[in-house]
């Protein structure tokens, strides 16, 4: 693959994923931004037009005050509806910087009350928090905010406005569009640049190792077989040496290589481990009466190992069950 087929195979990956979700998914939220802010831009009085107008559509129509009946409470951004049976209060939180919380549905839900309205909406450009939804679905209130608001006022705001609010829209999804473009561009150009040393670098990694001089795999396989080969063994103590009873633990681990050492050279057991430091794994191939007086006298010979357990693996094809013993208990 050379580096021009990366480079482009970048470019075109950005500009295919990029332009679509911004024209068909950035588009509309920048519609629905400049919506709002034209919204927001209006008058209380032309709000209300709007807001009935759309409210006419759901089968709400202003409700008529009886005689001596107050108006609903507020700063006059309150419209009084009726469905046929049912009053309907709706309540508009005018400008987007409003965050609605539960305190607002509260007091709607107290003016509805004095209204005797059953249902509310509660409007606004800017946000409601998750304390006012919650509020809301236990006052039967609807909120209505943000993009949704402007989803529902869109039919009826005046022809001008939806060409602004569209050409504000297209404006900014261009530029991002632009913005895409000039990455993938750039993307492209990186993947040109150092596609060479990016197809050269994999290319040596699928290179057959038939084409590699012996020696020099045996080399480069000697520090990888390292560490699988067992660590160089201790010289065995001398049976006259002394053992300590508290030894530290340098000396510990001296005196479990050599239980190592000495329990893997007796007939009947293969290998010889520590899984931790108080558990000695044994495989064996002979059995345990036979083996297990040739473990203790090993481990028997380190007061400081002499009650660690003893891990006796079943010996191979033997349905055998893994046995764990002690020499001594204290």
Known sequence: MSAWILGGSLALLTAAVGLPYVWFVRRGTHRATAGLRAIA????????????????QRGLRHAGRGHGEAAPPGDGSRL??????????????????YRLGSHHVTELAAEMELAEARHGILLTEGRARAGALAAAARHDIEVIDGRRLWTLLRPYVGPETRTQVEAAAEARSRTEAFCVAGLALALGALGVVSGDALVDGLATLRAPRGNVE???????????ASPAVAPREPERLPEDAGIEDFPDEATLQHYRNEVVRGVSLQPGIGRVFWLTHNTLVVDRTGT????????????????????VRVQLNPRPGREERVRWRQCRVQ
Request: one cysteine or more.
């Open 288 to 307: 345990i009466e036979a083996i297990w007086p040739l473990v203790c006298a090993e481990l028997e010979r380190y007061p400081a190992l002499r009650t």
């Open 80 to 97: 009084l509806m009726t469905d046929g049976s049912q009053r309907w209060l709706l309540a508009c939180k005018h400008g987007s910087a």
């Open 41 to 56: 831009a209006l008058r209380w009085r032309e709000l209300s037009t709007l807001v009935g107008q759309a409210m006419q």
């Open 214 to 224: 012996p020696q020099a795999l045996a080399a480069a396989a000697a520090p990888a």
